[in-house]
C-alpha cells in the first residue's frame, strides 16, 4: 500500500478537505505502512563465501567496511559505482633456449624441468641448484679427443696402449723395441773395447810415419763418406 496524502482543503474551515477522523485514519494507515517496510536497527552484515571479508561491523545503525589498498603490483581505480582492481601481470611468456632448439612457456605458474645428459647429474640442496659432472670414463665417450695442453700422468702408468706417435723421446725408456731390450744395447756401444794400437816400428819408413803429423789440407768439395766396419 502507498502513503495516503491527507486532504488539508484550499483555505483553512473552507470544509474542503479531510475531517478529522479521514484525517487520523490516514495517519494511522501511513505508520502501519512505515512499520511495515522500515528494517530493525537490529540488522547486521556479514561476509559471504572464502576469503577475507570486507564488513568490518556496525556502530548504531551505521554499518562500516574495510577500505581496499592497493598492495605490491596491484593498482585500484574507482570509476561510478565500480572499482577495478588490477594486478601486475609478471612474466607475460619464458622462452628458454637451449643447443638443440627452444621452448616458449606461458606466463603464470608454470614447471620448467631440468635433466642432465650423459654424464650430467642435476640437483637441489638448500634452495641452490647444483648441475655436477660426472667425470667417468669421459675421454672413452670421447670419439675424437684431443689436448689443448700438456697432459700430466702425475706418475701413473699408462696401460692397454697400441701405437704410439711422438716426435721425440725424453726419460729413460724400458723394454723391448722390435724384441731388442734397448737396456742392453748401452753395453755394446758404449763399453766395447776394441783394444789397444799397436805403434810398433818394424822399419825407418814405418817410424816417420808413426811419429811425424801429416796435414793434408782441407776437401774443396767434400764427399760423403760410408765406412763398412764388416762382419764379426
Not at 767434400?222 to 764388416?230: A, I
Amino acid at each position: 500500500m502507498a502513503l495516503q496524502t491527507i486532504n488539508i482543503g484550499n483555505l483553512a474551515n473552507d470544509g474542503t478537505g479531510d475531517d478529522l477522523r479521514e484525517a487520523f485514519i490516514k495517519v494511522n494507515n501511513n505508520f502501519t505502512e512505515l512499520n511495515n517496510v522500515i528494517i530493525s536497527t537490529d540488522t547486521d552484515g556479514q561476509n559471504l563465501g572464502a576469503g577475507e571479508g570486507i564488513y568490518n561491523g556496525k556502530l548504531d545503525a551505521t554499518l562500516q567496511f574495510k577500505s581496499l589498498q592497493a598492495g605490491s603490483g596491484i593498482s585500484l581505480n574507482s570509476s561510478g559505482s565500480t572499482i577495478t582492481i588490477t594486478g601486475n601481470p609478471g612474466i607475460e611468456s619464458l622462452i628458454i633456449t637451449t643447443d638443440n632448439g627452444s621452448i616458449q612457456l606461458p606466463g603464470g605458474n608454470r614447471t620448467i624441468p631440468l635433466y642432465g645428459g650423459t654424464n650430467i647429474n642435476t640437483r637441489h640442496d638448500s634452495g641452490n641448484l647444483y648441475i655436477d659432472v660426472d667425470g667417468t670414463e669421459l675421454v672413452a665417450l670421447d670419439t675424437n679427443p684431443r689436448l689443448g695442453g700438456t697432459l700430466n700422468a702425475n706418475s701413473k702408468d699408462i696401460l692397454g696402449a697400441k701405437d704410439v706417435s711422438a716426435l721425440r723421446f725424453l726419460g729413460n725408456l724400458e723394454g723391448l723395441v722390435n724384441g731388442i731390450d734397448v737396456r742392453e744395447l748401452n753395453d755394446g756401444l758404449i763399453n766395447f773395447d776394441l783394444g789397444g794400437i799397436n805403434t810398433t816400428a818394424t822399419s825407418v819408413i814405418e817410424f816417420i810415419i808413426l811419429t811425424t803429423d801429416f796435414d793434408f789440407g782441407s776437401f774443396a768439395n767434400p764427399l760423403p763418406v760410408s765406412v763398412d766396419g764388416g762382419t764379426i
